[in-house]
């Protein structure tokens, strides 16, 4: 998932990754484009995390993961993060997902359950601000459930925000005519796909073999 979410940051994009598998993707950028990685924490030009032993506990992602940062890089105020991010000066932030419904509405910050901790972060910031909003996630719950379902039940971070999914099964791009799968996982068919989701789903532009 996270080098097929890389492959797709086109050269020159401002681009956050979300806590959890979102951050995977810095490990896969295309060494032949200048992507640059901002964190809500206070970073632009966040590199790939550190080589083992060579952490350093002070310059962390929003994660709190340890990280790099590449030359001409810098960090700042929070204040001034997310002045960027509600600012639409983010091209594109790759975000977690509890849920994802057809028209693009993300839940992602809180289950609902009584004993569930909350964690926005600054993802609705993200969400509404970035001028896409990608969701990297895994395409069924441990219980077999599909991800991307009618309509949330979860708390929403945003409404609409969501323009592509990207999950182990498939690539879905949100569409105003719904659900375009534009790839899918080596031996899945679509058919099989759209009955592991129980949505509605359609071919769409590069899906290899055009099904229906």
């Known amino acids: 998932m996270a080098q097929r979410v890389a492959g797709d940051i086109p050269d020159g994009a401002v681009v956050n990754l979300g806590i959890g598998l979102p951050t995977l993707v810095a490990k896969h950028l ?4 200048e992507i640059v990685l901002q964190s809500e924490n206070g970073l632009l030009g966040m590199g ?17 993961q340890p990280v790099t940062l590449l030359p001409g890089g810098c960090f ?5 993060s997310f002045a960027m991010m509600r600012g639409g000066h983010v091209d594109i932030c790759v975000l977690g997902a509890f849920q994802v419904s057809l028209r693009g ?10 004993d569930a901790i909350p964690a926005v972060g600054g993802a609705m910031d993200l969400a509404v601000g970035a001028k896409r909003t990608w969701v990297m996630m895994e395409h069924l719950t441990k219980a077999g459930a599909c991800k ?5 039940s979860y708390p929403l971070t945003g409404v609409g925000c ?23 996982r080596d031996g899945l068919s679509l058919a099989e796909l759209e009955r592991l989701s129980g949505v509605r789903l359609r071919a769409g532009a590069g ?3 055009g099904e229906n």
């Open 76 to 80: 700042f105020h929070h204040a001034d």
């Open 207 to 209: 899906l290899l073999g």
């Open 105 to 114: 509405d993300l839940a992602n910050w809180h289950t609902g359950e009584p």
């Open 148 to 152: 991307i379902v009618p309509d949330c």
């Open 162 to 184: 969501v323009s592509r999914i990207y999950t182990d099964l498939a690539v879905i791009d949100v569409t105003p005519e719904g659900l375009a799968v534009v790839a899918l």
């Open 48 to 64: 790939p995390p550190p080589s083992a032993g060579e952490e350093d506990y002070d310059l962390i992602n929003a994660g709190k």
């Open 30 to 33: 295309p060494r032949d484009r």
